[in-house]
């Protein structure tokens, strides 16, 4: 049994009938993706993006990849601050210290400066 090769303007009103879309996306510079200990960053990357019943799938391809460890500084809220340090009577600053030493963990940092 021989298969028949499908034409790409038949393959792409299948894909419509399914509910598919593809096109891709000129003149993309970079695309960089950041996680919480590294940002890879693709140069001049080929980029298409595909529509499946509302859900939008980007495919990146190509370019030069460039990986480098990113150091996140911990935000501790002023009121996470004010609660250690009225839980523990030290100061704002010892708090704050505090809780940047145990990573924002609250108890922890009570349970530091009480000891």
Do not use: H, N, W, Y
Request: proline share 3%; net charge negative; charged share 35%.
């Amino acid at each position: 049994m021989r298969r028949r090769r499908v034409s790409p303007r038949d393959a792409k009103r299948m894909m419509q009938r399914m509910g598919l879309s593809m096109d891709a996306i000129p003149d993309v510079e970079e695309v960089v993706i950041k996680t919480g200990s590294k940002e890879i960053t693709i140069e001049e990357p080929e980029v298409a993006i595909m529509e499946v019943q509302g859900q939008k799938i980007f495919q990146v391809t190509g370019g030069k990849i460039v990986e480098k460890a990113v150091e996140r500084k911990l935000v501790v809220p002023e009121e996470d601050i004010r609660l250690v340090a009225d839980q523990t009577g030290k100061s704002l600053e010892d708090a704050r210290k505090a809780l940047e030493e145990c990573e924002g963990d609250l108890a922890k940092a009570i349970l530091l400066l009480q000891s």
